[in-house]
């Protein structure tokens, strides 16, 4: 085993260890439906946080929202509820499902194909939420 291997084993425990000692739940914690829990925020309320309160001549919550997408899907799509909150949040920033499907589509020239097939595949499963709330 190499040191780096024991390095980062003892990290894990460390923070396993930590978890536990804050609430033992957080040990078998899953971030599975974890999206659910964060309301979406208004555009409007994008735009203040992320743009038009400190650069008001700068990006929209909607193409902010998309070069996030962007950049998450470069990097694999990682984490599947910050991946569907993002899309969430694009959504109701403006973009289309059109749109978001594009910026994913672009990255998989920077990120390859799993990585944009990964995304769309959670991009997907935000729309069909969408449609079958609003039935």
Known sequence: MSDYTKLF???MEQGQKMARDINPALETFSAA????????MSKEMMDM?????FNPTGLDAKTRLLCLLA?????GALAEPMFKSTVSH???AGASEKEIAEAICQMSVL?????MTRALEFAQAVF????EGSK
Do not use: C, D, H, I
Not at 33 to 40: A, C, M
Not at 49 to 53: D, E, L, P, S, V
């Open 33 to 40: 439906g974890f999206e659910k829990l964060v309301p979406t």
């Open 71 to 75: 950049g998450q899907t470069v990097m």
């Open 111 to 115: 990120g390859g194909l799993p990585a």
């Open 90 to 92: 694009a959504l109701a």
């Open 9 to 11: 084993e003892q990290m």
């Open 49 to 53: 946080m992320w743009g038009t309160a």
């Open 128 to 131: 069909a939420e969408n449609e």
